[in-house]
Every structure is written in C-alpha cells, then in structure tokens.
C-alpha cells in the first residue's frame, strides 16, 4: 500500500515554490553545498520507490571503483509537479516544427511523460529521453511535488500525432523508482532540475537511447534543437488525446560554467519553449556523432535575459555535467 509522507511537506513545499521564481532566472548553488554534494560525497541522490512509496538516499561515486550506496531515509511528501510551471518564452516567431517521423533519431527515444497519482488524478505532459534500456530523464520539477503522492509515471517514446498517445510506437513504460538530485532537493536551481526515471521494462532497447556529452567548455553560439511535447501555438493541442511531438531550433546564447569544473551550470538561449517542454533533450549535431544531448530543457522566461538585456526572452537547460553523465551511463 501506498505510503502517505508528511515528515517533509513543508520542506518540498518551499522547493515548489523556488521552482516557481527560478523560471524567471536561476542562481547559482552555493559554493559549500556543491563540494558537499558533488565533491567530497560523490552525487547524492534521493529514490522514491514507486511500488512501496519509500524513499532513500543513495550515493553514486563517479570514479566507478566504488558502488553505489543505498540508506533508506525518513517518510515524506514526494508526488509529481503537473509540467506546467515553466512560463512559455517565442522568441520572434514561433518557428517550431512538427515531427512526422518519429521512429528515426533522435526522435524514437525523445518521450512523452505523464505522473498518475495515488488519488486517481493525472498530471498535465511533460517531456523527457530515454538513456538506457530501463531509464529515462527528465526534469525535477515534473517529477516531484509536495502536494500529491506519485503512484507512478508513464512513459512513452516517439508519440505523435498519428499515433495514440495510450501507446505509441514502442509501447509504454512504468516507472519503478524516480531519482531526484539531493542538491535539488536542498536548494532548486535550473542547474540540478533533472530526474532520472528507472523502467519496470527494458523499452529502451527497443527505442535505441542517445549519445551524451559532458563538457566544461562554453557552448556559447552552439546550434541546438530541443525535441519535445509543449503547446504549439495554443495550449489546448497538448492533451492526452491529441499530441504532437514538436522540434525547434536555436543557438546557445550563454553557457556559464559549474563551479569545481564539473561542467554544471545553465545554457540560455533562443529556442522556443512552452508549457510541456520541460525534460526536453536539447541536441547539438556533430560529425561523427551524430544528434548529442549536451543538456536538459528547464524553462523559459519573458524577463531577466541576461546577458541580452532584463527584458529579453530566453529558454534555459541544465548542462550535462560530468556526474550526470557518469550517472546517466551506468544504466547502460
């Protein structure tokens, strides 16, 4: 039976709320709770166990010489955030496409993602990628809210318009467990807005996953398409019966770099972004690789576009930092 937490409601409720204001501009993490998290501990991680409603903690070493570890850790209130809390930002026009082949890459293995709740309701869609044959990524703040327990999340690759989003062309995939950064849990920033999902089945084999990149180098000016399931043109598209995939494409504005030379840090830029994106695998495309996911669709903002001016529209991502990369290459 499904567990009911309350030890930490009024915690992940302020972290709700953070979410909320950091879709206006992020903030870097303090320097102390980076060493903590990142460096001295290895990447500290929070699990929900979607099949007892348990939580632990766990400790991945991105060394690979030590396994992870796993504590279990007193009850709360995760649940799951509808997806729709990223203000929407076009950027001059909306010039975003929709995606009719979607069983090609990098298409087949970008997702769909819907949470259903313990109490029968359903959350509104968001986005995310497959990384391995039983696991997916998508964003912290779609995966967890302090209002609503999560009885499980539903995955499903490469859905469009022609076919049905209770199926897709793969199938359908169930979470087992979902895995939240603990320095997000701590302190929200765009920079650890991530969220690993583990699969009952191994879907992915048959989607294929993506490769990734880590780097500490500025990707200012970078081409990117960011793949995903947000409103186009009017919110009334997104909906559990009929669903678009949608492909839009911009360039790296500013790529400010993680404290430690982790590689951690936010990529703002011109792409467009709208309620659902959240999750959305951001590509670049390079010869002899092929589409790269370098970062994690976050949100979008109409104010504080630094560096382009307070006024300015942007969309943002978490980049690929090299723990998230060592962690998101362990599942495969």
């Known amino acids: 039976m499904k567990k009911r937490f309350t030890a930490m409601k009024a915690v992940l409720a302020a972290v709700c709320v953070a979410v909320t204001s950091i879709t206006a501009g992020s903030s870097a993490l303090p320097q102390t709770a980076v060493a903590d998290e990142y460096e001295e501990n290895g990447l500290k991680l929070w699990v929900y166990d979607c099949e007892t409603g348990e939580e632990s903690t766990r400790i991945f070493h991105t060394s690979g010489t030590v396994p992870m570890e796993t504590e279990l850790i007193s009850a709360s209130s995760f649940g799951n955030d509808d997806g729709g809390i990223s203000t929407n930002a076009i950027i001059g026009s909306d010039d975003r496409t929709v995606v009719t082949n979607t069983t090609v890459a990098p298409y087949s293995y970008t997702c769909y993602m819907y949470s259903v709740y313990t109490d029968g309701n359903t959350s509104g869609i968001y986005s995310g990628?497959?990384?391995?044959?039983?696991?997916?990524?998508?964003?912290?703040?779609?995966?967890?809210?302090?209002?609503?327990?999560?009885?499980?999340?539903?995955?499903?690759?490469?859905?469009?318009?022609?076919?049905?989003?209770?199926?897709?062309?793969?199938?359908?995939?169930?979470?087992?467990?979902?895995i939240v950064p603990d320095a997000y849990i701590n302190n929200p920033t765009w920079n650890d807005d991530w969220a690993v999902i583990e699969l009952k089945s191994d879907i992915g084999n048959r989607t294929g996953w993506p490769s990734l990149?880590?780097?500490?180098?500025?990707?200012?000016?970078?081409s990117v398409e960011?793949?995903?399931?947000?409103?186009?043109?009017d919110c009334s598209l997104q909906n559990k019966d009929t669903t678009f995939m949608i492909s839009g494409k911009g360039k790296i504005r500013d790529s400010s770099i993680g404290i430690l030379d982790r590689g951690r840090g936010t990529m703002k830029g011109d792409w467009d972004g709208t309620d659902g994106d959240s999750g959305a695998p951001v590509f670049a495309y390079y010869n002899g690789m092929g589409y790269t996911i370098i970062g994690i669709h976050t949100g979008s903002s109409l104010t504080n576009g630094k560096p382009y001016g307070n006024s300015t529209c942007f969309s943002a991502a978490a980049r690929i930092s090299k723990d998230m990369y060592d962690y998101f290459?362990?599942?495969r």
């Open 129 to 178: 990628f497959i990384i391995g044959p039983k696991a997916a990524v998508t964003v912290a703040h779609c995966a967890f809210n302090a209002g609503k327990t999560l009885d499980h999340i539903v995955v499903i690759p490469a859905v469009n318009v022609t076919t049905t989003p209770q199926s897709g062309p793969y199938g359908v995939a169930y979470s087992s467990s979902v």
């Open 213 to 222: 990149e880590s780097s500490s180098s500025s990707y200012n000016g970078t």
């Open 226 to 233: 960011v793949v995903g399931y947000p409103a186009k043109y």
């Open 329 to 331: 290459m362990s599942y």
